[in-house]
Antibody
Framework: QVRLVQSGAEVKKPGASVKVSCKTSGYNFGDFYLHWVRQAPGQGLEWMGW????????NYAQKFQGSVTLTRDTSISTAYMDLTSLRSDDTAIYYC?????????????WGQGTLVTVSS | SYVLTQPPSVSVAPGKTARISCGGNDIGSKSVHWYQQKPGQAPIVVIY???DRPSGIPERFSGSNSGNTATLTVSKVEVGDEADYYC???????????FGGGTKLTVL
């Protein structure tokens, strides 16, 4: 059974950083991309980037280049999303999600989401 | 970058057919995936590769894609189908995932 389990909710002050984890199980960690997608309150889905756990290769949405860093620890099948210089409009639910590494990357499994609240 | 356009809302009576569009330049040349998101839940895929249905998704959900429009069709709509629906493509030149803005399906 494929599982993506994310770390718990965070409250941060403007200017701080946050690191969210996504622990996977039930499949070979290196065989699927891991994406990060966020959803601000009442808004749609916004793709942030992906990491290839097999080799650490990454790709970021243009909007998040320079503010997001995706990493992974293959020894514990866990991916991480690090977001810096937080602002109030970064308040959102952050999801990790899995897709094939080939073809049209459709997402077949999602984490439960992590609420990040940015407030002074 | 590539843009996907969805209507903000679609309303339908129970038992009728709902059609949710997803517009994009020559979207017919891409593969389109559709996700359903209910309040407080993570999205789930209901259609992938234009018209394939994952196991567990009712046959009432179907998809098509041609020209500049992809369409998710929900037949014999039930109250439980009320949700937000998002289309998604892979923008291969940039290796980006693109989501549409989402459509709220309301069952009257």
């Amino acid at each position: 059974q494929v599982r993506l389990v994310q770390s718990g909710a965070e409250v941060k002050k403007p200017g701080a950083s946050v690191k969210v984890s996504c622990k996977t199980s039930g499949y070979n960690f290196g065989d699927f991309y891991l994406h990060w997608v966020r959803q601000a309150p009442g808004q749609g889905l916004e793709w942030m980037g992906w990491i290839n756990p097999n080799d650490g290769d990454t790709n970021y949405a243009q909007k998040f280049q320079g503010s997001v860093t995706l990493t992974r620890d293959t020894s514990i099948s866990t991916a991480y999303m690090d977001l810096t210089s937080l602002r109030s409009d970064d308040t959102a639910i952050y999801y990790c999600a899995r897709s094939p590494t080939y073809g049209s990357r459709w997402i077949d499994s999602w984490g439960q989401g992590t609420l990040v609240t940015v407030s002074s | 970058s590539y843009v996907l356009t969805q209507p903000p809302s679609v309303s339908v009576a129970p038992g009728k057919t709902a059609r949710i569009s997803c517009g994009g330049n020559d979207i017919g040349s891409k593969s389109v995936h559709w996700y359903q998101q209910k309040p407080g839940q993570a999205p789930i895929v209901v259609i992938y590769y234009d018209s394939d249905r994952p196991s567990g998704i009712p046959e009432r959900f179907s998809g098509s894609n041609s020209g500049n429009t992809a369409t998710l069709t929900v037949s014999k709509v039930e109250v439980g189908d009320e949700a937000d629906y998002y289309c998604q493509v892979w923008d291969s030149p940039r290796a980006d995932v693109i989501f549409g803005g989402g459509t709220k399906l309301t069952v009257l």
